[in-house]
């Protein structure tokens, strides 16, 4: 495996893969209405170019086949963190994870912040994440819970 910054000709399958894995893994901790609003069918790619690339966006891949990708921003959050749907449990999140972490110690930030969905929330508890509190937030006037989440690095 191996990690690596986005590229701008990742997009398409990232976009992919993030609907896949909220649609098929996310599904299990949301209805389909809150997956419906959370990765909608008609996502704008130029929209999701920008994001990419006003991030640190690192990207996994595996034979050239994107399986994840995760985001940082230089005041610690971490935005975006998915892997793909047929990768999962298999470390692709743990070594995003630890590109994150080495980066962030890099950029001198002592803490990483998130907002974590159910889903995730027992893979970031597993890397030492603590729970601050958990919130309900709207997305395309659909509410969700997930939890803020913090740990010092
Ligand atoms: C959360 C996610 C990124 C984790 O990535 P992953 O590649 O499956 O995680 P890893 O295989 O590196 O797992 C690392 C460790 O965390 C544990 N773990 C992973 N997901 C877990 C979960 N939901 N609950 C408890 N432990 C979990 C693994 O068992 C492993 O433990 P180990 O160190 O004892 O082996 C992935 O499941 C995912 O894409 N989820 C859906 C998208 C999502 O919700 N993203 C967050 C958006 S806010």
């Given at each position: 495996?191996?990690?690596?910054?986005?590229?701008?000709?990742d997009t398409?399958?990232?976009?992919?893969?993030f609907?896949?894995?909220?649609?098929n893994?996310n599904?299990?901790?949301?209805?389909?209405?809150q997956v419906?609003a959370?990765?909608p069918?008609d996502?704008d790619?130029q929209r999701?170019?920008?994001?990419l690339?006003?991030?640190?966006t690192y990207?996994?891949?595996i034979?050239?086949?994107?399986?994840?990708?995760?985001?940082?921003?230089t005041?610690?959050?971490i935005d975006?963190?998915?892997?793909?749907?047929?990768?999962?449990g298999?470390?692709v999140?743990s070594?995003?994870?630890?590109?994150?972490?080495t980066k962030?110690?890099?950029?001198g930030?002592?803490?990483?912040?998130?907002e974590a969905?159910i889903?995730?929330?027992?893979f970031f508890e597993?890397?030492?994440f603590?729970?601050?509190k958990?919130?309900e937030?709207?997305?395309?006037g659909i509410?969700?819970i997930?939890?803020?989440?913090?740990?010092?690095?």
């Open positions: 495996m191996n990690i690596r910054i986005f590229h701008h000709h398409q399958e990232i976009m992919q893969l609907y896949d894995t909220v649609h893994i599904i299990r901790d949301y209805t389909q209405e419906d959370w990765a069918q996502m790619e999701w170019n920008q994001n690339h006003a991030k640190m990207v996994a891949e034979d050239r086949k994107i399986v994840g990708f995760a985001q940082l921003e005041n610690g959050h975006c963190f998915y892997c793909h749907k047929d990768f999962q298999m470390g999140g070594k995003l994870l630890e590109s994150i972490e962030a110690k890099e950029l930030i002592n803490r990483l912040f998130t969905s889903t995730a929330k027992g597993r890397k030492g603590q729970v601050i958990q919130q937030v709207e997305l395309r509410k969700f997930n939890y803020c989440m913090d740990r010092e690095i």
